[in-house]
């Protein structure tokens, strides 16, 4: 039993980061509270924590009971005191949590007396919780006050490299069981949509034989080798939707990437809606994108992957495909969109889906990581121009090593975060769900900001998620953003507002980037990613704000733009954005260019009232700012699915100036099953949509 001692304390404790002052202030006072039980009205949860020792929390008479506390925002614990009443706890865990949900514990006490005493802990979260497994007396737990206690910042450099976490999947050829991990993942993320668990499997090179990895929700498989064909597997990685009833239409958030497959029976499946991206990858035969059944299926993306056979969409509504390399390519619903693709089909978007462009003006490949010997690296790809096919082998870049990076885990706080970027170091995000109380601010050029297994990060208390300053080549990739309940002005901005340097020979990327407004919970942001900085390539993007889940209404996540471009001469390849409550895109800048654009309108418009503005029914999906003098974009396709008020018509799709600057190709809009209706496609052009049958109207040249 720790000693009695009187409160409030100081404590000093060694932390990786250096050493740390235990702050004396009680972080947890007057914050959320909650509790398995109260002995009555006059003993809650919350008087434990409100500062006075003159009220009390107290139980009922019975084992186990529990005492919670949410602090607001994930933070480094040092410290816990307890001021026990006559009914005190006699055997007990202090724990902490970054969700709610999943408990760590800190430490445990056995045979304790009562009183007033304090626990040294070490560890992180936004909940702290007491759990009492044995009373002391006959009565219930009863404290007059709880006090938890954390660090303050850091006062010694950040420690760059180390372990990837316990959600870093590893393996070899050798593995034993390593079926058995896939399955044990896979039945646990397989129908987890806005679940809390995230994984990345990373295959060591070598030949795999006999392997069917089927990817679930927040699951992502990679090779570790420097090409793909370092990493061969003689067998299947797999996205069906037995799940959803052969529904491929929620098929999101998980990835794969770098690595060899021959399927073993020729085609490989990969039935992906959004956010599931398919990149570096060589299939040695066919791909099917459609689920078992043929079934519904709303995707995707594929990029920098050569597929030996023909890729088969079937019931895929669209798709985006770049850089790569197919052996062919059957069909196509609506909207089939290429650049840079070798055995691409040609454009026929006046009688068909595609829209074909021979190269792709500006990429550059998303960041990864790889074994170099014993040692992780991250491999940052160049910039290509007018590229053709995929990058590799011998593909141009330079290698970080690990120890250059900051490998952050669940329960980093964004003040250790902010310090290593500060110091120099990259950014690792391991699998896991980030709680933060201030804002990421990125501010050196060339930083490279990587995420495994959809590692999330959920802005807290209203602050904006990440900042990125106006500098050369800054590398996003591989995470989401999720909104907090209180509103965010911005959860992701690229760039200061007025931003003015020209970084074409180096531009920031964005990559396997995705935000989500509402869904796992209530979200709130004004806009969800805002690029000011010139040159910045957007390469896959899923914006959403959600249409089903949890906290989901017009107003309970209300998010009013998904992307707005104010910097000059930005690329985006491959946009998905969607249901956003005004304009899903807002592009301002100049030479703006976009290849690919899937959108929904927001389901959930009460009514024609509460979308009309300037005289005009229904915000754009897709709206280029009348100050605008030069746009072009490629493949871009706008569906309407009014459930709340089907009697909506939207007076179009997409709104441009009519200038000789501006040049829009193959534009389509949809009305799903009759709810809702377009007027026109772009602007007063292009017939109206009409029905319940699902008919594309379609423009192929505007103006």
Known sequence: MAALITLPLAHTTAAAAGTQTCDTANAA??????????????????????????????????????????????KDLCAIDLDWETAYGKDFQLQASTDGQNWTTLTTVTGARGGTASYDVSGSGRYVRIYGTARGTGYGYSLWEAAVHTTTSPTGPVQGGGDLGPHVIVVDPSTPNLQQKFDDVFHQQESAQFGTGRYQFLLKPGTYHGINAQLGFYTSLSGLGLNPDDTQINGDVT??????????????????????????????????????????????????LAPTGYGWASGGYIADSEIDGTVGPY????????????????????????????????????????????????????????????????????????????????????????????????????ATINAALAQGLNLLFTPGIYHLDQTIDVTRADTVVLGLGLATLVPDNGIDAMHVADVDGVRLAGFLIDAGPVASDTLLRIGTPGSTADHSANPTTMQDVFIRIGGAGPGLATNSVVVNSNNVIIDHTWLWRADHGSGVGW?????????????????????????????????????????????????????????THDGIVGYAAYKVADSVATHEAWGLGSYCNYTADPTIVQAHGFQVPNGSGIRMHDLLVISLGGNGQYAHVVDDTGAPTSGTGTVPSKVTSFP
């Not at 909650?34 to 500062?51: I, K, L, M, R």
């Not at 009390?56 to 506390?69: H, I, T």
């Not at 956010?275 to 040695?284: E, L, M, S, Y």
């Not at 960041?367 to 910039?383: E, I, M, N, Q, T």
């Open 555 to 611: 107003d309970t996540n209300r998010a009013d733009y998904g992307l707005r471009v104010n910097g000059d001469d930005v690329l985006a390849t491959g946009l998905f954005v969607e249901h956003f409550n005004k304009y899903d895109v807002y592009w301002s800048g100049e030479r703006g260019r976009t290849i690919f654009f899937q959108n929904e309108k927001a389901y959930d418009a009460p009514n024609a009232a509460a979308i």
């Open 239 to 288: 996205v069906d939707a037995g799940w959803f009833n052969g529904n491929a239409t929620q098929n999101f958030w998980r990835s794969a990437e770098n690595l060899a497959i021959t399927p073993s029976n020729g085609t490989d499946r990969w039935a992906v809606a959004q956010a599931a991206p398919f990149r570096r990858i060589h299939v040695k035969g066919g791909m099917n």
């Open 29 to 74: 006072q007057g914050k959320p509270a909650t509790a398995s039980s109260t002995e009555n009205a006059g003993t809650p949860a919350s008087a434990a924590f409100d500062g006075s020792t003159t009220t009390r929390w107290s139980s009922e008479f019975s084992d186990p009971q529990w005492l919670q506390v949410d602090l607001g925002s994930v």
């Open 315 to 414: 019931s895929q509504q669209q798709w985006y495909t770049r850089d790569s390399s197919v052996g062919g390519w059957t069909n196509g619903v609506w909207n089939m969109t290429f650049s840079g693709v070798r055995g691409a089909p040609a454009t026929n978007f006046d009688s068909g889906p595609y829209t074909t462009l021979d190269t792709t003006p500006a990429s550059r490949e998303k960041p990864f990581l790889y074994l170099d010997g014993s040692a992780y690296k991250v491999f940052v790809p160049s910039r290509r121009t007018n590229a053709r096919g995929v990058s590799w082998p011998n593909t141009p870049g330079t290698s970080i090593p690990l120890e250059q990076f900051y490998v952050a885990k669940p329960g980093a706080t964004a």
